[in-house]
C-alpha cells in the first residue's frame, strides 16, 4: 500500500519562539548577548534600569508570522536591531529569516507554495536540486537524477528532458563529472524499485509532467496517490524520449497527493524517464 499523505506540523509552518521574551540584565550589552545566542533574535527592545533595578531586556522574534515591520521600537526603551544576518538577508515572497542555523549564518522559513534557500522557487519538481524528499525502495532508481541527455551520448533518441537533470531508471550519470552515456551497471531493464515524491497540494484542475521509457503500463507507470488511493496512472511510449503528458485533477482539489514512480518489469523496455512535475500545486514545507 503507498504511504498515507497527510498534512502534519512539518508542513504547517509551526515554528518555535516567542516573540517579546523578556530578561532582567544588568545593562544593556547583557540583552545584545542574549539576542545574539537566540537564532530567531532579530531586535531588542532595552527598558532602562529603575534605581537599584535591572534592565528590562525584550527580545524580538521572528517567528512563526510575524513580519519585521513590527518588530520596532517601543516608548520609553532603547531600541537596538541585532548584527546577525538577517538584518540584510533577502527572504523573497515573505519568507521569515532566521538567523544561524546554516552555514550561511540563516534561513529563510518559506510560506506553502514557495521552496528554495531564498524562498524564490514555486512549486516545481524537476530535480534540479536533486532527488531530496523522494523516498525510494528497490534498485532501478539508485543513480538519479541523471545529468544531461545520456541516451543520446550513446546513440539512443534524445531524451528531450527539461533542464539538467531528470530522472532515467536506465541511466548512470548521477554527476556531471561521471561519464556520458552509461546505463545501470545491472543493465538498462532488470532493475526494479518504486520513486515516490513528496506530499503536496492539489490547487487547480491540472498536473502535467515529462515521462518516456517503458510502455506497458501494468508494470512501468508514474502513479498520482490520493488518501492512500492510486486515483491516475500514465506510461511512456517505448522511447527514451519523454514527451509531456497531463491528469485532470480537479475533483481532488484541496487534497493532499503524492507522485509514485513504479518500475516492476525486469526486461524489454524494463525503466522509466520522468521529469519537470508541475500544474496546480502546492509544495507545502518540508
Known amino acids: 500500500m503507498p504511504p498515507h499523505c497527510v498534512e502534519s506540523t512539518s508542513t504547517r509552518q509551526t515554528h518555535a519562539g516567542k516573540r517579546?521574551?523578556?530578561?532582567?540584565?544588568?545593562?544593556?550589552?547583557?540583552?545584545?548577548?542574549?539576542?545574539?545566542?537566540?537564532p530567531n533574535c532579530v531586535s531588542?527592545?532595552?527598558?532602562?534600569?529603575?534605581?537599584?533595578?535591572?534592565?528590562i531586556c525584550e527580545l524580538n522574534n521572528a517567528t512563526g508570522g510575524n513580519k519585521r515591520s513590527a518588530l520596532q521600537s517601543k516608548e520609553g526603551h532603547i531600541y537596538v536591531a541585532s548584527e546577525n544576518?538577517?538584518?540584510?538577508?533577502?527572504?523573497?515572497?515573505?519568507?521569515?529569516?532566521?538567523?544561524?542555523?546554516?552555514?550561511?549564518g540563516f534561513r529563510c522559513k518559506c510560506p506553502s507554495g514557495f521552496t528554495g534557500a531564498y524562498c524564490n522557487k514555486t512549486c516545481s519538481l524537476d530535480f534540479e536540486?536533486?532527488?531530496?524528499?523522494?523516498?525510494?525502495?528497490?534498485?532501478?532508481?539508485?543513480?538519479q537524477p541523471t545529468f544531461g541527455d545520456n541516451p543520446a551520448a550513446r546513440n539512443r533518441e534524445s531524451a528531450q528532458q527539461q533542464g539538467d537533470w531528470w530522472v532515467g531508471g536506465a541511466e548512470k550519470r548521477p554527476s556531471e563529472s561521471d561519464p556520458a552515456g552509461r546505463h545501470h551497471p545491472a543493465d538498462a531493464d532488470p532493475p526494479q524499485g518504486t520513486l515516490i515524491s513528496p506530499c503536496f497540494r492539489i490547487v487547480g484542475k491540472n498536473i502535467s509532467f515529462l515521462i518516456g521509457g517503458g510502455c506497458t503500463i501494468s508494470d512501468i507507470r508514474a502513479e498520482l496517490i490520493v488518501d492512500n488511493q492510486v486515483v491516475r496512472i500514465e506510461t511512456g511510449n517505448c522511447k527514451e524520449t519523454m514527451y509531456r503528458k497531463s491528469w485532470d485533477v480537479k475533483e481532488f482539489i484541496?487534497?493532499?497527493?503524492?507522485?509514485?514512480?513504479?518500475?516492476?518489469?525486469?526486461?524489454?523496455?524494463?525503466?522509466?524517464?520522468?521529469?519537470?512535475?508541475?500544474?496546480?500545486?502546492i509544495c507545502p514545507h518540508y
Open 20 to 38: 517579546n521574551q523578556k530578561y532582567g540584565v544588568p545593562h544593556e550589552g547583557s540583552c545584545k548577548v542574549i539576542c545574539y545566542m537566540e
Open 44 to 55: 531588542i527592545n532595552v527598558r532602562p534600569a529603575t534605581q537599584g533595578g535591572n534592565f
Open 85 to 104: 544576518l538577517c538584518s540584510s538577508s533577502s527572504c523573497y515572497n515573505n519568507g521569515t529569516c532566521q538567523a544561524g542555523y546554516t552555514d550561511k
Open 129 to 143: 536540486d536533486g532527488i531530496g524528499g523522494w523516498g525510494m525502495t528497490g534498485t532501478a532508481f539508485i543513480y
Open 254 to 281: 484541496g487534497q493532499y497527493a503524492q507522485v509514485r514512480l513504479v518500475d516492476e518489469r525486469n526486461c524489454c523496455w524494463g525503466h522509466i524517464n520522468f521529469d519537470d512535475l508541475r500544474g496546480d500545486i
